[in-house]
């Protein structure tokens, strides 16, 4: 097969253990999925049924990676999540059934542009320029499911060896079942799908020089550096 221009490198996330690496389709992400989060940012937990922004697949970056300060931008957050890996395919899927069709588990980071995603939201316009930026995707190797229990287990992000974030993923809104079995009435959900789950409370900005480190308890560990 010839292309017109060079076809672009599959992104990929690497697999505890293994040499494999994850192919990446597609990204979700569930917005406002930890109560206290949802009330930070100005809303009522518990009016609202989850909802999803997407992720370029090439917005992802390995653990341990230097990212940019992006453009356009003078209040770049970070936002600490338990990401899920899906292995198997599927649309109308059940809640029941749902975690047999994950993959793996990853610790990740929502990055964004947070000044530019309210204003978007202010004006009812779509937050792709807040959230959906290059290299906005940090995530660490993936954990097989069957080593991970994602309904329970400690969340927390530092920056800078100060803790910024931390909950449980027991306080999810919707669980990780109850997510993906919402998700795929929307989207048949493919393999190399990946959902950001949400975030807890704290978030907020980062600068130029700031070290930022996360983990889930099960899963792992993630740290990425806010180039200078």
């Known amino acids: 097969m010839t292309y017109a221009v060079p076809a672009p490198n599959q992104p990929t996330v690497p697999v505890v253990g293994t040499d494999a690496l994850f192919p990446v389709r597609r990204i979700y992400c569930v917005g406002r999925n930890y109560a206290e989060h949802a009330r930070e940012m100005g809303f009522d937990p518990d009016r609202e049924p989850p909802f999803f922004f997407m992720k370029p697949a090439d917005a992802i970056v390995s653990d341990d990676a230097t990212v940019p300060y992006p453009p ?6 970070y936002e600490i999540e338990l990401v899920a890996a899906i292995g198997t395919g599927g649309r109308d899927i059940k809640v029941e059934d749902a975690l047999r069709h994950v993959f793996g588990y990853a610790v990740g980071i929502d990055l964004t542009r947070r000044d530019v995603q309210i204003e978007a939201r202010k004006m009812g316009r779509p937050w792709d320029m807040g959230k959906g930026f290059d290299q906005s995707a940090p995530c660490a190797a993936l954990v097989p499911a069957d080593q991970v229990d994602p309904t329970s287990g400690a969340i927390w992000l530092e920056v800078n060896g100060k803790r910024r974030q931390e909950s449980d ?3 999810l809104i919707w669980s990780v079942a109850e997510v993906i079995s919402y998700l795929s009435g929307y989207m048949e959900l493919q393999p190399g799908d990946m ?4 975030t807890p409370e704290g978030v907020g900005a980062i ?5 930022v480190t996360g983990h889930v308890e099960g899963v792992g ?7 200078r």
């Open 72 to 77: 356009k931008t003078e209040n770049f957050h």
């Open 169 to 171: 993923l027991s306080k």
């Open 195 to 198: 959902i950001y789950t949400g």
């Open 207 to 211: 600068v130029p020089g700031d070290v």
């Open 221 to 227: 560990n993630i740290r990425m550096t806010v180039a």
